[in-house]
């Protein structure tokens, strides 16, 4: 996928044009991969960023990418920044609805919760 992104190899009458959502399928292969790949997930969505800078879902992967990394306010804060590049996107809401729902001392805020469930039913 990256081989073909980054057009290597690549004659000029077959050099692929990348969009936002392909920069956003490479980074969620590599989020999924895991470990040492969160890096590379974050630089690909960031590069979908690039290309489309009010893409809410590339904000909101990458507040999961540093909350599996226990980067928990970085996480919090992409996604707030998501709510706010695009108020109609329903899974930022949702991961935030998670967040505060989850039942640990430095997360658990039930009334933050309620607030972000009632903005993504919306």
């Known amino acids: 996928m990256e081989t073909l992104l980054n057009n290597e190899g690549a004659k000029k009458k077959d050099v692929y044009n ?33 290309l489309d800078p009010k893409n809410a879902e590339a904000i909101t992967k990458i507040g999961l990418v540093n909350y599996n990394a226990k ?18 996107y329903g899974p930022a809401f949702f991961e935030l609805y998670s967040f505060y729902f989850t039942p640990r001392q430095d997360q658990l805020d039930i009334g933050k919760a309620k607030e972000y469930l009632q903005k993504y039913r919306r």
């Not at 969009?19 to 490479?26: F, G, N, R, V």
């Not at 590599?30 to 890096?39: C, I, N, V």
């Not at 980067?71 to 109609?88: F, M, S, Y």
């Open 71 to 88: 980067l928990k306010q970085q996480a919090l804060g992409e996604w707030v920044r998501a709510t706010t590049t695009d108020p109609q």
């Open 18 to 50: 990348a969009t936002a959502a392909d920069y956003i399928e490479l980074g969620d292969a590599l989020r999924y991969l895991g470990g040492e790949h969160g890096g590379k997930a974050i630089a690909s969505y960031e590069k979908a960023l690039e």
